[in-house]
């Protein structure tokens, strides 16, 4: 275990007899909730869940996972299985089970200005308040503005019939979406960010046997806490937009961004995470907490400071019409009544997630520009369907790719990536390829006839060499 921050104290776990173990409330269901209320109870908690939509507590309490997340749902199973998860959408039932009340409802953008939406947290705040009658810690894990968790301990103590003696802490999750169990169980750090050391110890305990793993844990103020969060995810979002920056100029140039990445990776101060070119970053995350955290900042007076964000925002969203200008630029510069094939329809793999997908967003606009789009995506179909009902879908991949004059790959799938070009090459009308994610093997495609594009690299072929050793021995990437 290491503690960085406020104190130096020796966190306790709830089995050194100091703390008794907490109940745990987890308030909201979604992606972020439903993951921590179950990977809390595989821990060992007794967990209540709740959630106002009834329809999504009769599904968790059935034992089945409402969306889409890799090892989610047998795990789920195992936790029913003890019987310490329950759901519900009866808060008193959940302020009488638990002294410790996660908050994990979502925090979207708001539909007329760039500010984050607090109407479901307050709501969960109004709810859950006046059932408190007893002293216990609420633990913000949403992503919220500066400020909301000093706002919120005044809210909640002028409602709560426990008044002072409910406390409110921060402790943001940075769990991505496809890696949630992972995340959550073995996270890189955990965030406390509290106003008593009564709050610290109860928070230590919750994370007891995860701290037990050495995880770091710091220590901090509330606003420390609140902006960790919004200050991770705009470094993450300036990262993929710093590449997808280069990935214009060397268009411009000729220069090929994918060797330019490689480059830059193998120096440690940079590193080669998140600086994957391509169509840029999507989700109910990084789109949102850059604009929400450049309008607090603005509120705050130091909107200068993050400016840089929007500049961060327009490139991410250029991408999405450079993606179109190239899909078009491959249909000859017409897009009426061209077949195209959208591959993936999720914000990235592994998740059915299609809040703000790039995809979803990029084959919205060739079906606006007239062309007839077919999508396929594993797991993103049902969603999909009811948020885009006009674009066209297909059951199968190979359903999907028959008779298309451009496929276009925005969400690189592993089916996708191992996708045989030859067989695949037997179903299209032309072999035209559009990479938006840089995720396939651009010379078996080329070996296969296809014309490859991806943004950012040159149409030569030059980067498709396969790595060989020069006369010297120096291992050569790709020949200048
Ligand atoms: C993000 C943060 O990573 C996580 O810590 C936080 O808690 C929630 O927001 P998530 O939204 O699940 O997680 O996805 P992430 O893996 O960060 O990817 C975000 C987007 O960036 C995706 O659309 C992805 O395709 C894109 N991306 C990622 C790139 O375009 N290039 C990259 O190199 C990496």
């Given at each position: 275990?290491?503690?960085?921050?406020?104190?130096?104290?020796?966190?306790?776990?709830?089995?050194?007899?100091?703390?008794?173990?907490?109940?745990?409330?987890?308030?909201?269901?979604?992606?972020?909730?439903?993951?921590?209320?179950?990977?809390?109870?595989?821990?060992?908690?007794?967990?209540?869940?709740?959630?106002?939509?009834?329809?999504?507590v009769?599904?968790?309490?059935?034992?089945?996972?409402?969306?889409?997340?890799?090892?989610?749902?047998?795990?789920?199973?195992?936790?029913?299985?003890?019987?310490?998860?329950?759901?519900?959408?009866?808060?008193?039932?959940?302020?009488?089970?638990?002294?410790?009340?996660?908050?994990?409802v979502?925090?979207?953008?708001?539909?007329?200005?760039?500010?984050?939406?607090l109407?479901?947290?307050?709501?969960?705040?109004?709810?859950?308040?006046?059932?408190?009658?007893?002293?216990?810690?609420?633990?913000?894990?949403?992503?919220?503005?500066?400020?909301?968790?000093?706002?919120?301990?005044?809210?909640?103590?002028?409602?709560a019939?426990a008044?002072?003696l409910?406390?409110?802490?921060?402790?943001?999750?940075?769990?991505?979406?496809?890696?949630?169990?992972?995340?959550?169980?073995?996270?890189?750090?955990?965030?406390?960010?509290?106003?008593?050391?009564?709050?610290r110890?109860?928070?230590?305990?919750?994370?007891?046997?995860?701290?037990?793993?050495?995880?770091?844990?710091?220590?901090?103020?509330?606003?420390?806490?609140?902006?960790?969060?919004?200050?991770?995810?705009?470094?993450?979002?300036?990262?993929?937009?710093?590449?997808?920056?280069?990935?214009?100029?060397?268009?411009?140039?000729?220069?090929?961004?994918?060797?330019?990445?490689?480059?830059?990776?193998?120096?440690?101060?940079?590193?080669?995470?998140?600086?994957?070119?391509?169509?840029?970053?999507?989700?109910?995350?990084?789109?949102?907490?850059?604009?929400?955290?450049?309008?607090?900042?603005?509120?705050?007076?130091?909107?200068?400071?993050?400016?840089?964000l929007?500049?961060?925002?327009?490139?991410?969203?250029?991408?999405?019409?450079?993606?179109?200008?190239?899909?078009t630029?491959?249909?000859?510069?017409?897009?009426?009544?061209?077949?195209?094939?959208?591959l993936?329809?999720?914000?990235?793999?592994?998740?059915?997630?299609?809040?703000?997908?790039?995809?979803?967003?990029?084959?919205?606009?060739?079906?606006?520009?007239?062309?007839?789009?077919?999508?396929?995506?594993?797991?993103?179909?049902?969603?999909?369907?009811?948020?885009?009902?006009?674009?066209?879908?297909?059951?199968?991949?190979?359903?999907?790719?028959?008779?298309?004059?451009?496929?276009?790959?925005?969400?690189?799938?592993?089916?996708?990536?191992?996708?045989?070009?030859?067989?695949?090459?037997?179903?299209?009308?032309?072999?035209?390829?559009?990479?938006?994610?840089?995720?396939?093997?651009?010379?078996?495609?080329?070996?296969?006839?296809?014309?490859y594009?991806?943004?950012?690299?040159?149409?030569?072929?030059?980067?498709?060499?396969?790595?060989?050793?020069?006369?010297?021995?120096?291992?050569?990437?790709?020949?200048?």
């Amino acid at each position: 275990m290491q503690t960085v921050g406020a104190t130096d104290t020796e966190l306790t776990s709830p089995g050194d007899g100091s703390l008794e173990s907490p109940g745990v409330a987890v308030i909201g269901t979604g992606y972020l909730g439903a993951t921590h209320a179950i990977c809390m109870a595989a821990l060992g908690f007794r967990v209540i869940g709740v959630d106002v939509d009834q329809a999504k507590v009769t599904a968790l309490a059935g034992g089945r996972l409402p969306f889409f997340e890799p090892g989610l749902a047998e795990l789920l199973t195992v936790a029913m299985e003890t019987g310490r998860l329950s759901f519900t959408t009866d808060f008193k039932a959940a302020a009488a089970h638990a002294d410790v009340h996660f908050i994990c409802v979502g925090t979207p953008q708001s539909a007329d200005s760039p500010a984050a939406d607090l109407s479901h947290l307050e709501e969960a705040i109004r709810c859950l308040a006046p059932h408190l009658v007893h002293r216990c810690l609420i633990v913000g894990k949403s992503t919220v503005p500066i400020g909301t968790a000093q706002r919120l301990t005044a809210l909640v103590q002028s409602a709560a019939p426990a008044g002072s003696l409910v406390e409110l802490a921060w402790n943001p999750e940075f769990l991505r979406e496809g890696h949630a169990v992972e995340d959550t169980l073995n996270p890189d750090r955990l965030v406390f960010g509290v106003a008593s050391e009564w709050a610290r110890e109860r928070l230590a305990a919750c994370y007891a046997p995860i701290i037990s793993h050495s995880t770091h844990v710091i220590v901090t103020d509330l606003p420390t806490a609140e902006l960790v969060k919004v200050a991770a995810n705009s470094f993450l979002a300036t990262k993929i937009s710093y590449i997808n920056a280069m990935a214009e100029v060397c268009e411009a140039t000729g220069a090929d961004v994918n060797l330019l990445a490689l480059a830059l990776s193998y120096d440690s101060r940079i590193g080669g995470r998140f600086l994957k070119p391509g169509l840029g970053f999507g989700g109910g995350c990084l789109p949102k907490d850059i604009r929400a955290f450049a309008h607090r900042a603005q509120e705050l007076g130091v909107g200068q400071a993050v400016g840089f964000l929007r500049e961060v925002d327009a490139i991410n969203q250029r991408r999405r019409q450079r993606t179109v200008d190239l899909i078009t630029e491959m249909a000859c510069g017409d897009l009426t009544g061209v077949p195209v094939t959208v591959l993936g329809a999720a914000f990235k793999p592994d998740s059915d997630d299609i809040r703000d997908a790039p995809a979803l967003d990029v084959a919205h606009m060739l079906h606006q520009a007239g062309a007839h789009v077919t999508v396929y995506d594993p797991q993103a179909m049902g969603n999909a369907k009811v948020a885009y009902p006009d674009l066209g879908y297909a059951d199968t991949l190979e359903a999907a790719v028959t008779g298309a004059e451009v496929v276009a790959l925005l969400t690189e799938w592993d089916v996708f990536r191992t996708a045989d070009p030859v067989a695949l090459g037997e179903l299209v009308a032309r072999r035209n390829i559009v990479d938006g994610r840089h995720a396939l093997n651009a010379a078996a495609y080329r070996a296969a006839h296809w014309d490859y594009r991806a943004l950012g690299t040159p149409t030569a072929v030059v980067r498709d060499l396969p790595p060989v050793l020069a006369a010297d021995g120096i291992k050569v990437l790709a020949t200048p």
